[in-house]
Every structure is written in C-alpha cells, then in structure tokens.
C-alpha cells in the first residue's frame, strides 16, 4: 500500500504543478482579447508566456504517463469514459499551440490566431475543472470498473460549477502572471482584472464547497477529518488571504506566489478527499470505484517508476527553475516576439 499511496501523491503533485505551470498560460490566453488593446500588448502577452508554455504541458503529458503505469485501469477508463472531453482539450490546446507559433508570421489572419488563442485557451480551463468535479463527485461504473455512462453526464451542475470555478481561479491566476510581466497601461489593466477574477474565484469557491458538504458528503468528511486536509484548507485560506494582501501593496511576485499556493491547495484538498479511492462510483449498487489498492500495477512496476522519478524528476524540475530564471523580468513591450 506504501507504494501505491506514494504514486497516488505524486501524480497529484504532478497534475497540481501543471495547473500552476500550465494555468497561468491558460490564463493569459483567457482574458488575451480584453486586456490587450494593441498590437504590441497583444504581443507582449504573448512574449510573456513564449518561452515558457510548451515546456509547462509537459507536466500535464508526464502525469497522463504516470497514471497510465501506475493504475493502468484508471488510465483505461479516463480515456474511454471521458473521450470526447479529452478531444475537446486537445484541440483546445492545439489551437494555443498553432495560435502561439503562427500569430507574429501572419498578420493577414492575425484575428483568426487572436480567436484560436482565446478559444484554446478557456476550452481547456473549463473541461479540466468540469474533469476534476467528475472525478470528485464520481461517475457511472459498471462491476468491471468501465464507464457506462455518456458524454452528456458528465456535464452536471456539480461537475460544471468546478469547472466554472476552475477557469476563474485560471483567470486570476493568468492575471497575476500578466501583473508580474507587463508595464504601463497593459500592467494597469491586468492588475484590475486580476482582483476582480480572485473576487470571483473566491465566491465561487464557497459556493462550490457548500455544494459539495450536500453533494459528495464522503469526499467532504473526508477532507475535515484528516490531519492533511485541515492542513490544505489553511494552506488555501493563507492563499488567498496572502494573494489579496499582496494586491493591494502591488507585490506582484507575492500575488503570484500565494495564487499558486492556492491552487496546490485546492489540488491537494481533492486528492485528501478521494483517497483511497481515485474514481468513485454512481449508479448502480454492482458499479466498482477505482481505488489506489485495486486499481495499481504490481509492485515491481511501481518500484522501477519511483527509481526512475528519483532521477528525472530532480533534472525536470531543475530545467523548469533554470528556464524561468532566463527568461524573469517584464516582457518586452515593443511587439517583439519570443
């Protein structure tokens, strides 16, 4: 069980660095057209976040990889049972990618990239929290652990409120990135953006909570009766309490720095509620939750795995805190791009 809670924990630790790596681009691309009111804002934004968002995917493909060796049947019913919205982010994060690498080459469809930015952007901001509600609230399974469910219900209120309020807190946090990289009036306006869209994000968060204590009551008493769930709830209140101070004295670093706090809490606070259990159950009482236990490779596989992570997770995480060190400072804000 050792190895399997361990390997549960670091693909939650992977999925939670690429919502705070990865989120911010998203982020960027979500408030892209109402912030930037030039040609050279516009590309600014976009040189915020060149050097940078391709490499921060890879912690995205990295915990795909992880569950797909780790819990095998996990892996399976994820990309079965939640096919069309998997396609639905990748082509979200295909327009981004497109968007990024053809925008400065042709200015004669510069609004069509525009849009493909914008749109491959919150697509994916919004399917992976409606992903995580789903995950949280449980889906319908059969006795084999398979999906038997359709597209459709995993668009229900609970699921759709997590992802709303998941693409709030990647606003905001796509704000304090843009805070921390823009001057002048482009500085100005995302600084505005970026305290409105915590607001939101806060209020929709208590809503979300308050639905979830009624809705998934298990993962709920889950989180408050575990040492490590009180300590992800006071890690999300200092989030959010140090990331609206940090507005009001106009410490961008620190904005930044505790708006990822809170979304590591928020990621840890759903991990803490679920385990043991990875996948729960709707439906009929034959359905079978995908637990850490029932659902992992053998422990050869996972032993193998935690070598290797041992070895490339340290030079992983190096290559991520060298890149971001060259490429620290504001973006240029003469429409020169990355």
Request: aromatic share 10%; hydrophobic share 55%.
């Amino acid at each position: 069980m050792g190895l399997q809670t361990t390997w549960y924990i670091l693909i939650a630790v992977l999925l939670a660095g690429y919502a705070v790596l990865d989120g911010f681009d998203l982020g960027i691309g979500a408030i892209y057209p109402y912030v930037a009111r030039s040609t050279q804002e516009r590309a600014a934004l976009r040189a915020s976040i060149g050097p940078v968002w391709d490499g921060n995917e890879v912690w995205l493909v990295t915990g795909g990889g992880a569950l797909f060796a780790a819990f095998p049947p996990v892996y399976a019913m994820t990309f079965s049972g939640f096919y069309m919205a998997i396609m639905l982010v990748l082509l979200g994060l295909i327009l981004r990618a497109v968007a990024l690498e053809f925008r400065h080459r042709d200015d004669h469809r510069a609004g069509l990239w525009d849009a493909a930015f914008h749109i491959g952007s919150v697509l994916p901001a919004l399917l992976l929290g409606v992903a995580l509600g789903n995950v949280i609230r449980g889906v319908p399974l059969t006795a084999q652990g398979d999906y038997s469910g359709s597209f459709w219900q995993l668009l229900n209120p609970f699921s759709l409120l997590v992802g709303v309020t998941g693409l709030a807190m990647f606003v905001s946090h796509g704000a304090a990135w843009a805070a921390l990289k823009t001057e002048a009036a482009l500085h100005r306006r995302t600084c505005a953006v970026r305290s409105w869209a915590h607001l939101l994000f806060v209020a929709l968060l208590a809503l979300t909570t308050v639905y979830a204590a009624f809705e998934v009551r298990e993962h709920f008493k889950h989180v408050v009766a575990r040492p490590l769930g009180w300590l992800m709830i006071v890690l999300l209140v200092a989030g959010i309490a140090a990331a609206r101070l940090a507005m009001r004295r106009r410490r961008d670093v620190a904005a930044f720095v505790a708006s990822s706090a809170s979304i590591v809490a928020v990621f840890g606070i759903a991990a803490v509620g679920n385990y043991p259990v990875i996948v729960p159950a709707r439906g009929s009482p034959a359905a079978t939750a995908l637990t850490v236990s029932g659902a992992s490779s053998s422990h050869l596989t996972l032993t193998v795995m935690l070598v290797v992570a041992a070895i490339g997770m340290p030079i992983v995480l190096a290559y991520t805190v060298l890149i971001y060190r060259i490429f620290r400072g504001r973006a240029p804000a003469d429409g020169n791009e990355y």
